[in-house]
Each structure stands twice: as C-alpha cells, then as structure tokens.
C-alpha cells in the first residue's frame, strides 16, 4: 500500500488545483486522475460507434456494476438500480411506492434539504402525512432512537426515512439500530445513504433495509452523478424509473420467476440516453480501491483517525468541543465542531450570509461548509487519503477570518 497523504495527492489526483486545500469532499468527491482517464477513455469508446454500444453493450456494461456494487454491498445485484444521485433515488422510491391518503412518513429534522422536500411535495400533491424528529446535536444515538420510537407509537407510520451520516451536522445516524426500530414496528425503512459506500462499511444483507441509497461520486471516486439504489425484492415490483421511460411495468402484471428476478434490471438499465461513462467507472474504481490503497479497511482507517485528530486540532485552536464528543460512535471520516463566534445574525439566519462568507474562503482555496444549528455555528471537515492536518490548520484560520472579516463589513455585532 502506498502511503496516504501529500505525497498520494501528488500521484494519484492530479486534476486537483495545487493551491486547494480540499476539506469539503463530502459534498462532491474526487476522482483520482487514473479514474478519470479511464472515464475520458469510455466516453471516447462510446462515441467511435455509438449504435453499436447502445445496442449491444449498455445493458452488459450495466449489469456488470451492479455485480461490482453487489460486492461492496453484499448483497444480490438483481435488487441493485443505478441512478443519478442520491436525491433521485430517495425520489424514485416516494414516488413510486403506493402511498394511500393517510399514510405518514417520519423524517428527523436533521434530513437532507431535498429529501425532505420530496416528502413535503408527497404531503402538498397526494395528501400523505409527515412528521419530523426534532434532533438537536450534541445527543446520543440511544436518545436518538429513543425519540422515533415514541413517534412509531403514536403515529404508526408507513415509513421512515433516515440517513446512514447525516449532511449537516456531519455525523453518523445510528441507522443500525433505526432499521431494526423499524423492523419491530413494521415500518418501512428509507435510507438516504448518501454518504455510505466508500466512508463507512455496508452490509445490507446485515441490514435488510427495504430501501437504500448511496452515491458513488462522494466518496467511492466514481465520477459525479452516479449512485446505487437498492429495493428489497418484495417491493421490486413497486419501484418505477424516474423519469419513467419506455421500461414501464405497471406492478399488477405478473411476470415469470426469471421475469421477475430480473424486473429491476430490465426496467432501469435504460431510461433514455445519457453519458453512461460513469457507471462504467464502478468496477474500476473497486479495483483502484483494493490494489492502489490497499481495501477499503485501509482507507476508513486513515480517513477516520485524520477526522479525530482534525477535532481534536480545531476545537483546542478554537476554544470548542468537537460536536460528537458525547458519542464518540458519530465521528465518520467528517467531523463537526463549532465555530467559536457569537454573532447571532450568524445564528438566526445563516443563508443569508453563508455565500460572503464562502466567497472569502474560495479566494483563498480553503472552503469548509457551516451550518447553524443548535444555537451554534457548526464547521464540517471532511478527511479523504489525499489529505494531511495541515490542509485543516489552514482551512480552519480562513474561516475564522472570512467570518470575522464579514462580520466587520456587514456591522453585524450588536
């Protein structure tokens, strides 16, 4: 295995400006340079005759990732479905499934901006109900589940959706024991696993989630959009293509036992054209993964141990406790810790001052995402096997600065 850091960052991801100091992979990912001429070189492949590849390859060149990610995912590839991103495939199953009027769906506060907007457009257009977890970091995950699990008694919900990490704050959901909260009160389970595959280890067939989803351009390196879906294959037949598209199956025709198996393959390997180039990606990006760094082990290794130490480094420079020190169980390969500032325009309304502040940050190649959250200003890190402490030393002072500095410009302090 070679050794991670400055020195893989120079090999390995060589598109990366040499100025950048990259602690926000979280939100887009990176592709390492050999992935990323691996990708030139199947758009290319793709152009030199077109009708041939459309015809006769997709579907094969399809099939073989989902026989990639069913490796990674240890589980069967019939119950894969490749899609855009994680947003599309939250939105294909709560738009797909057969909510009746009535129905609820329970959600924490903390969800993902357009996951949980796709509910509210579920409540606003088909009169399907929602209710929301109030979740207020610093809070364990046994208080956590806690808190659903009196929501499931009251409201006996059709489904709750969940996230593996949460977004904003940066931290791991104890999805764990949410699936099983839900397998004991017969509620189905939606996880918006969006930072998943390639951050933390994930076994569905452990799991036995009835819905997942992950992206791979987060943190797997496959180039951006892709992600994986997986449906429990009792509910296959429920599960249609966003957009819907030529496969259109309506789920009250029965099919044959191989018919059915295959049912999701066949609806989803093509939905109209597309640059397919990045699902190719996926089975060269598994072996990027094993031979050049060394297993996935290897990597959330290196990647988890810089969070903490990026904690430990930030809170002492600031003054602060990292956000999950009181479970140390929700530290990921993204750390969270709050930003020692107390201007409370900051507090009470962070969007609209968020892009002055990251515009100062992006002069100086250091931006690092915030959220207000809990009466605080929360700083994600996230720590990926081209980074070293020193990218978060120095993009820890350029926020600190660009804050203060917009502080003076908009006369913020009271």
Same mark, same amino acid.
């Given at each position: 295995?070679?050794?991670?850091?400055?020195? $893989?960052?120079?090999?390995?991801?060589?598109?990366?400006?040499?100025?950048?100091?990259?602690?926000?992979?979280?939100?887009?990912?990176?592709?390492?340079?050999? &992935?990323?001429?691996?990708?030139?070189?199947?758009? #290319?492949?793709?152009?030199?005759?077109?009708?041939?590849?459309?015809?006769?390859? +997709?579907?094969?060149?399809?099939?073989?990732?989902? =026989?990639?990610?069913? +490796?990674?995912?240890?589980?069967?590839?019939?119950?894969?479905?490749?899609? !855009?991103?994680?947003?599309?495939?939250?939105?294909?199953?709560?738009?797909?499934?057969?909510? +009746?009027?009535?129905?609820?769906?329970?959600?924490?506060?903390?969800?993902?901006?357009?996951?949980?907007?796709?509910?509210?457009?579920?409540?606003?257009?088909?009169?399907?109900?929602?209710?929301?977890?109030?979740?207020?970091?610093?809070?364990?995950?046994?208080?956590?589940?806690?808190?659903?699990?009196?929501?499931?008694?009251?409201?006996?919900?059709?489904?709750?959706?969940?996230?593996?990490?949460?977004?904003?704050?940066?931290?791991? $959901?104890?999805?764990?024991?949410?699936?099983?909260?839900?397998?004991?009160?017969?509620? &189905?389970?939606?996880?918006?696993?969006?930072?998943?595959?390639?951050?933390?280890? +994930?076994?569905?067939?452990?799991?036995?989630?009835?819905?997942?989803?992950?992206?791979?351009?987060?943190?797997?390196?496959?180039?951006?959009?892709?992600?994986?879906?997986?449906?429990?294959?009792?509910?296959?037949?429920?599960?249609?293509?966003?957009?819907?598209?030529?496969?259109?199956?309506?789920?009250?025709?029965?099919?044959?036992? !191989?018919?059915?198996?295959?049912?999701?393959?066949?609806?989803?390997? $093509?939905?109209?054209?597309?640059?397919?180039?990045?699902?190719?990606?996926?089975?060269?990006?598994?072996?990027?993964?094993? =031979?050049?760094?060394?297993?996935?082990?290897?990597?959330?290794?290196?990647?988890?141990?810089?969070?903490?130490?990026?904690?430990?480094?930030?809170?002492?420079?600031?003054?602060?406790?990292?956000?999950?020190?009181?479970?140390?169980?929700?530290?990921?390969?993204?750390? #969270?810790?709050?930003?020692?500032?107390?201007?409370?325009?900051?507090?009470?309304?962070?969007?609209?001052?968020?892009?002055?502040?990251?515009?100062?940050?992006?002069?100086?190649?250091?931006?690092?995402?915030?959220?207000?959250?809990?009466?605080?200003?929360?700083?994600?890190?996230?720590?990926?096997?081209?980074?070293? &402490?020193?990218?978060?030393?120095?993009?820890?002072?350029?926020?600190?600065?660009?804050?203060?500095?917009?502080?003076?410009? !908009?006369?913020?302090?009271?």
């Amino acid at each position: 295995m070679e050794k991670f850091g400055k020195e $893989f960052r120079a090999k390995y991801f060589t598109n990366l400006d040499k100025d950048v100091y990259p602690v926000n992979h979280g939100s887009y990912g990176l592709t390492p340079t050999p &992935l990323h001429e691996k990708y030139l070189e199947i758009i #290319t492949n793709h152009a030199s005759y077109p009708d041939r590849y459309m015809k006769q390859e +997709q579907r094969e060149k399809y099939i073989q990732s989902l =026989q990639a990610l069913s +490796q990674i995912l240890n589980c069967d590839y019939h119950s894969l479905a490749i899609v !855009e991103n994680a947003t599309t495939g939250i939105n294909t199953v709560l738009r797909s499934y057969p909510f +009746q009027k009535g129905d609820s769906i329970v959600m924490q506060s903390t969800v993902y901006g357009a996951c949980g907007n796709t509910v509210k457009f579920l409540k606003d257009q088909y009169e399907i109900d929602f209710h929301v977890v109030e979740i207020n970091y610093p809070i364990t995950d046994k208080e956590i589940v806690a808190k659903f699990e009196a929501v499931f008694k009251g409201v006996k919900p059709k489904l709750c959706m969940f996230d593996t990490i949460s977004s904003m704050p940066g931290v791991i $959901f104890p999805y764990n024991e949410m699936t099983q909260l839900c397998h004991k009160y017969k509620v &189905l389970s939606l996880i918006d696993g969006a930072h998943g595959i390639g951050c933390i280890p +994930q076994d569905l067939s452990a799991l036995r989630p009835d819905f997942y989803v992950s992206n791979l351009h987060k943190w797997y390196f496959v180039p951006f959009g892709c992600a994986v879906l997986y449906v429990d294959p009792k509910h296959h037949k429920y599960i249609h293509t966003l957009p819907v598209s030529h496969s259109y199956l309506p789920s009250t025709i029965e099919l044959s036992k !191989e018919d059915e198996k295959n049912r999701l393959v066949d609806r989803f390997f $093509f939905t109209g054209t597309k640059n397919f180039a990045s699902i190719e990606v996926i089975p060269y990006a598994l072996e990027f993964r094993q =031979q050049v760094c060394g297993g996935e082990k290897a990597i959330y290794d290196y990647c988890h141990n810089l969070a903490v130490q990026v904690g430990d480094l930030v809170s002492k420079k600031w003054g602060t406790s990292v956000l999950d020190q009181k479970n140390a169980t929700q530290i990921s390969t993204m750390v #969270t810790v709050p930003v020692p500032i107390e201007v409370s325009a900051f507090i009470e309304n962070w969007t609209k001052y968020d892009n002055l502040v990251y515009a100062k940050c992006f002069d100086k190649m250091a931006y690092t995402p915030c959220i207000a959250h809990n009466g605080k200003l929360l700083a994600r890190f996230s720590c990926q096997v081209y980074n070293e &402490l020193s990218d978060y030393d120095y993009a820890s002072d350029v926020l600190l600065e660009a804050l203060n500095d917009v502080t003076k410009e !908009e006369k913020l302090m009271r």
